[in-house]
């Protein structure tokens, strides 16, 4: 079997299911040849990710995504090859679990005028990073909503009744922290980025590569990735961003990557 290493998916670190090993165990299941863990504004997921691959001996690549936004469009910033340790990495990640933590109690206010009364205790995380996704479930739990979706195409999406965009961390600062931690920035799922406008920003800024290959991306717009980032000789990467049962449409393995392209990350 040819070489395929998933390079994009959640742990319940931040908003995915799956811990971190039983990621390891669903990637060796499908008979992928590599992985690398982005969980949102986090790396904690390593500290449990990390034995474990190499008592299984498979291969795991640093990995974070980043929430950051461009004049109020959200945008996110894969690292990979990230050093765990890096202190400005590790600084990057705390100013994000504050910036939610304000925001979360934002939300959680609108939610409350609107009658669905939810309180900070009721979100279940397992980690320090908590998303809307969570608030999601704690309003099917109580029935305000039958899925997560309905969640955001109700209440939680942008634009809706409990919307709230939260402290700005800007693109040039994300850039600059994942290359202070010696990885390389990414341009996660750039079909998603609404605005030409800002699609074209970001080809101002230094990012090393975008992630051409997305689970659930049209092949038109997949063609004209590919391109863009072929004419930049950056590096182009693939992942399913797999969240587990919260968002069971991609499935792990579904994007990925090659062994060429895999090595360049972990260098
Ligand atoms: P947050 O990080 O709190 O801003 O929440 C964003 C996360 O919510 C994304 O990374 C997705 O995992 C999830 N999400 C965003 N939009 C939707 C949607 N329409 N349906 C389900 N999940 C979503
Ligand atoms: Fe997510
Ligand atoms: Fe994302
Ligand atoms: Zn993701």
């Given at each position: 079997m040819s070489f395929k290493a998933d390079l994009h998916c959640h742990s319940?670190?931040?908003?995915?299911?799956?811990?971190p090993t039983e990621l390891i165990d669903l990637a060796i299941e499908v008979g992928l040849s590599g992985l690398s863990i982005t969980d949102h504004d986090t790396v904690e997921g390593y500290k449990e990710a990390l034995p474990y691959a190499k008592e299984k001996n498979f291969p795991l690549l640093t990995g974070i995504e980043f929430s950051a936004s461009y004049k109020g469009e959200p945008i996110h910033v894969l690292g990979y090859g990230?050093?765990?340790?890096?202190e400005e990495l590790l600084t990057l990640c705390v100013r994000h679990q504050k910036r939610r933590f304000q925001r979360n109690q934002a939300i959680l206010i609108k939610l409350k005028k609107l009658g669905h009364s939810i309180e900070m205790e009721d979100l279940k995380a397992t980690g320090k990073i908590v998303g809307r996704p969570h608030i999601a479930l704690a309003l099917m739990e109580r029935g305000v909503v039958s899925s997560v979706k309905e969640a955001f195409d109700k209440l939680l999406g942008e634009g809706k009744a409990a919307y709230t965009p939260g402290e700005v961390v800007s693109v040039e600062e994300t850039l600059e922290t994942i290359h202070q931690a010696e990885g390389k920035a990414i341009i996660a799922?750039?079909?998603?980025?609404?605005k030409k406008s800002t699609f074209r920003k970001m080809l101002e800024y230094p990012f090393d590569g975008l992630e051409g290959y997305y689970a659930r991306m049209p092949l038109s717009r997949e063609r004209e990735f590919l391109n863009i980032g072929k004419e930049r000789k950056w590096i182009i990467t693939g992942g399913s961003d797999y969240h587990g049962s919260?968002?069971?449409q991609a499935a792990l393995g579904t994007s990925w990557v090659d062994e060429e392209t895999f090595n360049v990350l972990c260098k």
């Amino acid at each position: 079997m040819s070489f395929k290493a998933d390079l994009h998916c959640h742990s319940c670190y931040s908003d995915g299911t799956n811990t971190p090993t039983e990621l390891i165990d669903l990637a060796i299941e499908v008979g992928l040849s590599g992985l690398s863990i982005t969980d949102h504004d986090t790396v904690e997921g390593y500290k449990e990710a990390l034995p474990y691959a190499k008592e299984k001996n498979f291969p795991l690549l640093t990995g974070i995504e980043f929430s950051a936004s461009y004049k109020g469009e959200p945008i996110h910033v894969l690292g990979y090859g990230i050093d765990l340790e890096s202190e400005e990495l590790l600084t990057l990640c705390v100013r994000h679990q504050k910036r939610r933590f304000q925001r979360n109690q934002a939300i959680l206010i609108k939610l409350k005028k609107l009658g669905h009364s939810i309180e900070m205790e009721d979100l279940k995380a397992t980690g320090k990073i908590v998303g809307r996704p969570h608030i999601a479930l704690a309003l099917m739990e109580r029935g305000v909503v039958s899925s997560v979706k309905e969640a955001f195409d109700k209440l939680l999406g942008e634009g809706k009744a409990a919307y709230t965009p939260g402290e700005v961390v800007s693109v040039e600062e994300t850039l600059e922290t994942i290359h202070q931690a010696e990885g390389k920035a990414i341009i996660a799922h750039p079909h998603l980025i609404r605005k030409k406008s800002t699609f074209r920003k970001m080809l101002e800024y230094p990012f090393d590569g975008l992630e051409g290959y997305y689970a659930r991306m049209p092949l038109s717009r997949e063609r004209e990735f590919l391109n863009i980032g072929k004419e930049r000789k950056w590096i182009i990467t693939g992942g399913s961003d797999y969240h587990g049962s919260v968002k069971p449409q991609a499935a792990l393995g579904t994007s990925w990557v090659d062994e060429e392209t895999f090595n360049v990350l972990c260098k």
